[in-house]
Each structure stands twice: as structure tokens, then as C-alpha cells.
């Protein structure tokens, strides 16, 4: 094939998460072929969305309004913060409808390996939000992964309030999860995490 607008779309789709090239390629003659119904208003609408979402100054969430409408809802309480990796995490959250507390986006996790240290993280802010008086509870809802944990305990040891009550989600066994099919780390992850009842 021609190295062209054609083959630049294929790499351009191939490199978001969970496609390859197979998947792009099929995406891509997919809206060739639908160019009136799907391509030219998916392209129309990724114009928009890339000239209207922008991110919150507060949390790191994206929105079409700054601050985000989370951080603007007065209905929410203003004494949580739940600590998230990526905006996804925020998404997946909010979904449950079992959290109503603030929000703060890292935009990532610590990693050696990736060479990600707290300077490309937004934790300064984080800490800054953190001296707020009416903050009493910082919810660090990162993965249980080296990176996560990583992440976790840095956050904890550089909040800078003693008074502050930093808690980390459960994990464990999920709901309707069976033992004879989690790995072992979640096994002893549930069994160290325990609780009465």
C-alpha cells in the first residue's frame, strides 16, 4: 500500500490503547466506506471535542467549563478528596454514584522504569489542596500494583498534615469473585485486609 493519507490514518488508529493494526485497518476502510455517515462528522466532532474539553485547574478532570462541574457542585462535600491515577479512574468512580466527595487527577503513577518521578505527577497541587482546613480526608484510590503503591505511600509521607486522615481503598476479592480463580497477590491481599463481621 501507498504511503499516504490512507496509511497514516492506519498508524495514527493503531496507536491508541486496545488497537492494532488488524483493528485499525478494519476502522479505517469501515469509515472509507461510510465516509457521509461516520468519517467526516467523527472528524468534525474531534475537532470540537480537541477546541472544547479542557482541563480543571483544581482537580485535573476535563470539562467544557473551568472549574469542572464536579468541583463546582455544591452538593458535593468539600472535606474528601479521592486521589486518582487518570481521569478514567475519576470516570469509573463517578459511576459507582457511591462516592460525593472532590476529586484530584495525578495524570499518573510514579514508575522507575518509565522514568516517571513526582515532577510529572500533579501532586504539588494536590498538597497545596490538602492545607485546606476543611479537608479532613485524603482517599488514595490507586491501583495495587508496585507503581500504585509506590505512588500511595510517597503521597502519605509528603502531605504534610498530621491532623489528616489518609486512607487507601480495599482490595481484595471482588463481589461474586470466586478464590479457585484470583491470582495469589489478591488472595493475600483479601486475607491481610480482613475485616470484623
Not at 35 to 45: D, G, K
Not at 68 to 82: A, F, L, M, P, Y
Not at 163 to 178: C, I, K, N, R, S
Request: aromatic share 4%; net charge negative.
Amino acid at each position: 500500500m501507498q504511503d499516504g493519507p490512507l496509511q497514516h490514518l492506519i498508524k495514527m488508529l493503531a496507536g491508541l490503547p486496545g488497537l492494532g493494526n488488524r483493528s485499525a485497518r478494519r476502522i479505517a476502510l469501515n469509515m472509507l466506506n461510510n465516509r457521509e455517515q461516520t468519517m467526516l462528522p467523527l472528524a468534525e466532532l474531534l475537532k470540537r471535542t480537541a477546541e472544547e474539553i479542557i482541563t480543571c485547574a483544581i482537580c485535573a478532570n476535563l470539562d467544557m467549563v473551568d472549574p469542572c462541574s464536579i468541583c463546582q457542585n455544591i452538593k458535593r462535600t468539600k472535606s474528601q478528596i479521592c486521589v486518582v491515577a487518570q481521569v478514567s479512574d475519576l470516570w469509573a468512580i463517578e459511576r459507582t454514584g457511591a462516592y460525593k466527595g472532590q476529586y484530584h487527577v495525578l495524570g499518573g503513577l510514579l514508575s522507575a522504569l518509565d522514568g516517571i518521578g513526582p515532577d510529572q505527577l500533579n501532586a504539588a497541587s494536590l498538597f497545596g489542596r490538602a492545607q485546606a482546613p476543611e479537608i479532613t480526608e485524603v482517599i488514595l484510590a490507586l491501583s495495587a500494583t508496585v507503581d500504585g503503591q509506590s505512588t500511595a505511600h510517597y503521597i502519605a509521607d509528603h502531605i504534610g498534615r498530621e491532623d489528616l486522615e489518609v486512607t487507601h481503598l480495599a482490595h481484595g476479592v471482588p463481589v461474586g469473585g470466586e478464590l479457585d480463580y484470583l491470582d495469589d497477590g489478591t488472595i493475600t491481599t483479601a486475607l491481610r485486609s480482613r475485616k470484623a463481621g
